[in-house]
T-cell receptor, first 119, second 115 residues
């Protein structure tokens, strides 16, 4: 079974500072995808950033970037120049093919990290 | 309405009640999902529908019964629930059921409390 571990239940960061959220995963698969989702207090979850395991280059999306260490099975999220709107739950997620044919992809989520940006 | 909408946003029900959760997506997607989000636990995928056909059922108790009458609507019928079923139920949709290129778009969720 695949697992995703987020070891930091809660974190805080000063506005304009940089923060890194950690995520590790366990899988025997070689082909998979990793995601970070953000769930603000309004609860609508949105995709922040995505990384394909076969790509060595770390994904970047504006102030959000990842540090993907495939051998270590680590996938951390760095938020630069933190803003008040970044306050949210952040979920790391993992996707592999679980079977051929229909319904072959499933997202596995970590428990989340609650990030608070302090003015 | 845009994106994925869910109604009701909050629901309180007794263990003997029958209720339904509704999800609607306005994105022209072909796949829809139900997730359960409990406190201190990871999101759990419950059901996946592709083109109105159920393609995934993650050992969910029969007191949860999904229905997908068309590709834009998804229901979760609830019957004889238990207090441990209290959670946030999230609906999501994606263009297709397969492939990580198919980003899942989530609704705001229904906060369910079972008394």
């Amino acid at each position: 079974a695949q697992t995703v571990t987020q070891s930091q239940p809660e974190m805080s960061v000063q506005e304009a500072e940089t923060v890194t959220l950690s995520c590790t995963y366990d899988t025997s698969e070689s082909n998979y995808y990793l995601f970070w989702y953000k769930q603000p207090p309004s609860r609508q979850m949105i995709l922040v950033i995505r990384q394909e395991a076969y790509k060595q280059q770390n994904a970047t999306e504006n102030r959000f970037s990842v540090n993907f260490q495939k051998a270590a099975k680590s996938f951390s999220l760095k938020i630069s120049d933190s803003q008040l709107g970044d306050t949210a739950m952040y979920f790391c997620a993992f996707m592999i093919s679980i079977a051929s044919g229909a319904g072959s992809y499933q997202l596995t989520f970590g428990k989340g990290t609650k990030l608070s940006v302090i003015p | 309405e845009t994106g994925v909408t869910q109604t009701p946003r909050h629901l309180v029900m007794g263990m003997t009640n029958k209720k339904s959760l509704k999800c609607e997506q306005h994105l022209g997607h072909n796949a829809m999902y139900w997730y359960k989000q409990s406190a201190k636990k990871p999101l759990e995928l419950m059901f996946v529908y592709s083109l109105e056909e159920r393609v995934e059922n993650n050992s969910v108790p029969s007191r949860f019964s999904p229905e997908c009458p068309n590709s834009s609507h998804l229901f979760l019928h609830l019957h004889t629930l238990q207090p441990e079923d209290s959670a946030l139920y999230l609906c999501a949709s994606s263009q297709d059921w397969a492939g990580a290129d198919n980003e899942q778009f989530f609704g705001p969720g229904t906060r369910l409390t079972v008394l």
